[in-house]
C-alpha cells in the first residue's frame, strides 16, 4: 500500500530521472534561502520577521530540539490514516495554512494563490482577514474545498458582525479570532525600513469589500489638521494607495478614497480593549464554531473551554509579538496538561516539517497551521510551490508514523517521545 510519503517519493525520483527536480527544496534551509533571494527587501522583512531580538523565532524552535521520537518496530505500518476529524471538517492530514497577511508583498494574487494550492492539496485555509483579495472571490477560488475564516476584532461592532456575516455567507468552517494583536508587535526588521504594509493599501482587501467599512469611510471627516508634508516617497505611496484600492487606477487617483480607506483601516482594525466579555458574545452572533487564537497560558486555555469555546491555537504569532515569548510546542504541553484529553487544540509556530508536526501531535495537538514555509513556497513558485511545500510535509509526516510504528494519528502519543539528550 503506496502512502502519502512513498507517493512523494516516487513522484520526485521518477521526475528526476528525466531530468527534473523539484519546484521547491525539500528542506527547510534552502527552502528559506532560496525564497529570501526571490522576495524583495520589504517582503522578506514582514513575511520572515519577527519581535524585537527574534528570541521567541529561536525559542519556537528549540523547543521542538528538546524532544527525540524514539521509533518502535515490527508493527505491521503498510496502511496508515492521517486523517482527523476536527470541528466538522474532515482532514486528510492534521494541517491547515495558517492565516498570513499582506500577502501581496510576496505575489501578486497571493491570497488565490494558497486557496487554489489549499484546495488542490485538500488541506483548508484559513483566510486573513488582513487579505489582499475579498474573502468572496477567494471561497470562490477552492470551490466546496474547506476554508476557515480569521477575525480580527475591529473598534467598530458593527464590522464586526458585517465580517462575520460574510464568512457564514461563504460556508466557512469556523470564525477563528485573532487574539494576540490588538496592537502590533516590536518589529525592528519593518520599523527599520519603515514599512507597513497597511499603510500602502496592501492587505485590506477585506475592508474595502465590506458594506460596513464603506461607511465608515464616507462617514470620515477629510483630514483638516494641516498640510502633508510632498516627497517623492510621499507621491509613489499615494501612487500604491492608489493603485491597491478596488477600482480603476485614474478614477481613484481622483478620489480621496483610497487614502480614506487606508487611514480609516489603520484606526480601527484592532481593538486594545478587547476581553472576555466581547468573546462571550459570539455565540449570541454567529452559527460557526469558534476558535481563540494565540492561547498561551493554561488558565486562558481553561477559561475559553469554561465559556464554550470549541477550539484554540496555541499559538504566538510565529515569534512576531512578543519578543522572549514562551515557545508554543512549551505552551501546548502546560495546556495539554491543564485541559486533559477531549478539548480541541491546535498549535502553530516554529512548524517546519512533517516530523515537526508528529511532535506537535505527539505533545498534544489535534493540528497544525503551517505558516511560513508555504509563504516561502508561494515566493519560489507560486501556487505549484505551495502546493509542493504541503506535499513534502506531509509526505514526511506519513513516512515518519510509518518509521515509528504507528497507523494513525490516535496512536501518535507522547509514548514515543523523550527528552532529547543532545
Known amino acids: 500500500m503506496e502512502g502519502a510519503g512513498r507517493r512523494r517519493q516516487n513522484a520526485i525520483y521518477r521526475a528526476g530521472v528525466l531530468g ?14 532560496r525564497a529570501k533571494k526571490a522576495s524583495s527587501t520589504t517582503g522578506w522583512a514582514y513575511v520572515a520577521g519577527g519581535a524585537g531580538e527574534g528570541r521567541t523565532m529561536r525559542a519556537n524552535r528549540a523547543a521542538f530540539d528538546r524532544w527525540a521520537i524514539v521509533p518502535r518496530m515490527l508493527r505491521d505500518v503498510a496502511e496508515r490514516d492521517l486523517g482527523q476529524d476536527l470541528l466538522g471538517t474532515r482532514l486528510t492530514a492534521p494541517v491547515l495554512l495558517a492565516p498570513v497577511g499582506a500577502g501581496q508583498l510576496i505575489a501578486a494574487d497571493a491570497d488565490l494563490h494558497t486557496a487554489r494550492a489549499a484546495a488542490a492539496a485538500g488541506v483548508p485555509y484559513i483566510f486573513t482577514n488582513q487579505g489582499g483579495t475579498a474573502m ?5 477560488a477552492m470551490g466546496a474545498a474547506p476554508r476557515w475564516v480569521q477575525l480580527y476584532w475591529s473598534t467598530d461592532e458593527a464590522l464586526v458582525d458585517s465580517l462575520i456575516h460574510r464568512a457564514e455567507a461563504i460556508d466557512a468552517g469556523a470564525l477563528v479570532v485573532t487574539l494576540d494583536t490588538t496592537v502590533l508587535g516590536w518589529r525592528p526588521q519593518d520599523l527599520n ?11 485590506i482587501a477585506q475592508y474595502t469589500s465590506d458594506p460596513r467599512f464603506q461607511e465608515l469611510v464616507a462617514s470620515r471627516k477629510p483630514n483638516k489638521s494641516g498640510k502633508t508634508e510632498v516627497t517623492i516617497k ?21 478620489s480621496p478614497k483610497p487614502r480614506a480607506s487606508v487611514e480609516t483601516f489603520l484606526d480601527i ?4 480593549r478587547l476581553s472576555w ?13 469558534i476558535v481563540l487564537k494565540g492561547i498561551l497560558h493554561p488558565d486562558d486555555a481553561k477559561r475559553a473551554f469554561d465559556e464554550g469555546i470549541d477550539a484554540i491555537v496555541v499559538s504566538n504569532h510565529g515569534g512576531r509579538q512578543v519578543d522572549n515569548a514562551i515557545a508554543s510546542l512549551d505552551a501546548l504541553v502546560r495546556i495539554r ?5 477531549v478539548p480541541k487544540i491546535l498549535m502553530d509556530s516554529g512548524i517546519r516539517t512533517g516530523a515537526d508536526v508528529f511532535v506537535a501531535v505527539a505533545l498534544g495537538a489535534d493540528a497544525v497551521l503551517l505558516g511560513r514555509p508555504y509563504m516561502y513556497g508561494l515566493a519560489i513558485a507560486g501556487q505549484r510551490g505551495i502546493e509542493e511545500v504541503i506535499a513534502n510535509v506531509i509526505a514526511e509526516l506519513d513516512l515518519t508514523m510509518a518509521l515509528t510504528g504507528v497507523k494513525n494519528l490516535s496512536e501518535v502519543s507522547r509514548e514515543l517521545l523523550v527528552p532529547n539528550p543532545a
Open 20 to 33: 527534473r527536480r523539484p519546484a521547491v527544496p525539500t528542506d527547510f534551509a534552502e527552502l528559506e534561502r
Open 136 to 140: 468572496e472571490e477567494t471561497a470562490a
Open 193 to 203: 525600513l519603515g514599512s507597513l504594509p497597511f499603510a500602502k493599501g496592501l492587505g
Open 234 to 254: 510621499a507621491i509613489q505611496a499615494l501612487i500604491e494607495i492608489t493603485r491597491n484600492h478596488p477600482g480603476r487606477f485614474w478614477a481613484n487617483l481622483r
Open 269 to 272: 482594525y484592532s481593538n486594545p
Open 277 to 289: 466579555d466581547h468573546i462571550a458574545t459570539l455565540r449570541e452572533r454567529t452559527r460557526l464554531p
Open 337 to 341: 496538561d491543564a485541559v486533559g484529553p
